[in-house]
C-alpha cells in the first residue's frame, strides 16, 4: 500500500471524517466534528466500537457512539455544557501519516475553531491535540491538553469509549472492583484512582485497556429503560455496548503555558 492511502478524506453520514488504513489493513474512521473516532477495525477485520443506528451524522448533536471526546466538563459535574464542547466542535486535521506502521492522524482544537457561544461560556486560552493511531489490533490514542492563555483554568477530560459487545450479560471488567464486574442493569460508576491496567471480556474477546494521565475510569450502560428515553438509541441497542472510559475528573488546574496528557492503548 502506498503511504499516500494510509489517511484519505471521506464522510461518515453527512460529517467529513478521514479514513485511516495501516499497513496490515488495521483501519479507523474519524469525524473532524468532535475528532471523533467512529469505527475502529483491528488486522482482524472486526469493528470494535458501537454506534448508534439512530445516531445523528449531520452535526446537530454529539454522536452517540465511538468516542466521544469529553473536554472541559465531564458530565454535569460544572456549571457548562453536559460533557463539554469538544465533541461538538468541529476539528482540524494538523498531521497524519505512517509511522512504523501505524497510520496516525492529529487533531487540535483552539478557541478561534469553537461556535461563539461555546467561546463565551469557556472563556480561556486553550489548545487541544487527539493523536489516534493505529497497527495491528491495537489503538493508541494520547489527548493534549495545553493552557495558552494568561490565567490558570479547571478542566475534566475523558474519552467516552464505547465498545462493541456481543452481549452486555455476558461482558465481564477486570480492574475496577476487587471482583469481576458484571453488567447486570443500568449502570453507571465513577471510579477514581483505578489501576492503569484494566480489561474487557466479551466471550472469547480479550481487550487490555492501559491508560496513563487519566487517572480515573467511568463505566457506563443505560441499562433497557434508560436506552429507550434516549431519542439517539434504539431501544435494543444497549444490549450491544458498554462504555469504558478513561477519565481525569478531578485535576488540579492548568497553569498558563503548561500542559497535561493523556495516553489510552487498546488492545
Ligand atoms: O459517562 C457516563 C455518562 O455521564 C452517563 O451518566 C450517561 O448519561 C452518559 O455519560 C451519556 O451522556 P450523554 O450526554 O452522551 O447522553
Known amino acids: ?39 475502529w477495525r483491528g488486522a482482524d477485520g472486526r469493528e470494535r466500537l458501537f454506534c448508534s443506528a439512530k445516531s445523528a451524522l449531520d452535526g446537530s448533536k454529539a454522536i452517540r457512539g465511538g468516542v466521544p471526546v469529553i473536554f472541559p466538563q465531564f ?14 466542535s468541529t476539528w482540524r486535521a494538523i498531521g497524519q501519516g505512517v509511522d512504523d506502521g501505524w497510520a496516525f492522524a492529529t487533531l487540535a482544537l483552539a478557541p478561534a475553531d469553537l461556535a461563539p457561544a461555546h467561546a463565551q461560556a469557556w472563556p480561556h486560552g486553550f489548545e487541544l491535540a487527539l493523536r489516534i493511531a493505529i497497527r495491528a489490533n491495537e489503538l493508541t490514542m494520547r489527548f493534549e491538553v495545553r493552557n495558552t492563555g494568561a490565567e490558570a483554568f ?34 453507571d460508576r465513577v471510579y477514581e484512582g483505578v489501576a492503569p491496567r484494566l480489561a474487557m471480556v466479551d466471550g472469547g474477546v480479550v481487550l487490555t485497556l492501559r491508560q496513563e494521565g487519566f487517572a480515573d475510569a467511568v463505566v457506563w450502560n443505560p441499562g433497557a429503560e434508560d436506552a429507550a428515553a ?22 488540579p488546574a492548568l497553569e498558563p503555558g503548561q500542559r497535561w496528557a493523556g495516553k489510552y492503548h487498546v488492545s
Open 1 to 39: 500500500m502506498n503511504h499516500l492511502d494510509a489517511v484519505r478524506s471521506t464522510t461518515f453520514g453527512q460529517l467529513p471524517a478521514l479514513l485511516l488504513t495501516a499497513p496490515d489493513g488495521a483501519q479507523a474512521s474519524i469525524t473532524l466534528y468532535g475528532a471523533h473516532l467512529i469505527s
Open 75 to 88: 458530565a454535569e459535574r460544572g456549571a457548562g455544557m453536559r460533557h463539554g464542547f469538544a465533541r461538538v
Open 230 to 251: 434516549l431519542a439517539d438509541m434504539a431501544d435494543e441497542e444497549y444490549r450491544r455496548f458498554v462504555c469504558i472510559e478513561p477519565a481525569l475528573l478531578d485535576a
Open 154 to 187: 479547571p478542566f475534566a477530560a475523558a474519552l467516552h469509549t464505547y465498545f462493541l459487545v456481543d452481549d452486555i450479560a455476558s461482558v465481564r471488567i477486570d480492574g475496577v472492583e476487587t471482583e469481576e464486574l458484571a453488567i447486570t442493569g443500568k449502570f
